[in-house]
């Protein structure tokens, strides 16, 4: 893999890392998903602009998860964690997990109002359910075979089951901790492999007690870069971003 290609830079710069054009993987690997995400946004906006009844919002959004898992069921399937390789399979992967989501918030919308009833021991007995067993999935995925592609509906229930903003696992969520790593994730998402590069040579190089060490030191790195990226270049663009919108 060549660290820097000129022909991938430029599709970078168009948003094209991820939509399957290139066949190399890239070193900043999670851009692909900005691309991804970037054109989903795009095309969601499109069909719900054209399709305004929910319910036919819900039946587009089932139809589209249907032909993305039957498109990784009849090509990938047996071919192991490979298959999710975010450079060549984003579009459909990125997909498949965005109308998941559209579907797990149709049904929250649909059932909200008798999950009211559901007392909150139960609900926090469902969300670790569900958080041990999406964990595991993800651990055993190299060997689910097919069955790796439950992750993502297995996540979208868990998921479900924190929205109503009760429950064991819901509470441990809104600690001042897990909070302040949910506002900067983003930014932890897209500078933890540049701050690796740095550290990658020293953790490879020391053994064991140092190496644990240089995965702390690491840690600590990623949480400083992205709270100074979160401060000086998320918060401001996104903000420029919401000032032009309201012009428009």
């Not at 868990?158 to 429950?167: C, E, K, N, T």
Request: proline share 5%.
């Amino acid at each position: 893999m060549e660290f820097f290609k000129l022909s991938y830079f430029l599709l970078e710069l168009v948003m094209l890392q991820g939509v399957g054009i290139m066949t190399e993987a890239l070193h900043n690997y999670p851009s692909w998903s900005l691309s991804v995400e970037f054109w989903l946004y795009l095309a969601f906006a499109v069909l719900f602009f054209f399709v305004r009844s929910t319910r036919a919002r819900v039946w587009a959004s089932v139809a589209i998860v249907v032909l993305c898992l039957d498109h990784f069921l009849r090509v990938f399937s047996g071919l192991g964690p490979q298959v999710l390789a975010p450079d060549v399979h984003g579009m459909p992967r990125g997909l498949l997990s965005f109308f998941i989501g559209v579907l797990v918030w149709y049904g929250w919308q649909a059932v909200q109002p008798r999950l009211r009833h559901l007392s909150s021991p139960a609900l926090g007995a469902c969300q670790l359910v569900l958080a041990v067993l999406s964990l595991a999935l993800i651990d055993m995925r190299a060997d689910l075979g097919a069955w790796v592609y439950a992750i993502p509906f297995v996540f979208g229930l868990w998921v479900w089951s924190l929205l109503p903003d009760r429950g064991v696992v819901a509470a441990f969520l809104q600690t001042r901790p897990l909070q302040w790593l949910g506002v900067h994730s983003y930014s932890i998402y897209l500078v933890h492999v540049t701050v690796l590069t740095f550290f990658d040579w020293p953790g490879r190089k020391f053994g064991e007690p140092l190496k644990y060490a240089v995965v702390a030191v690491f840690v600590l790195a990623v949480l400083l870069a992205a709270r100074c990226t979160y401060r000086w270049i998320e918060v401001p663009w996104r903000d420029r971003g919401k000032r032009l919108a309201g012009r428009g």
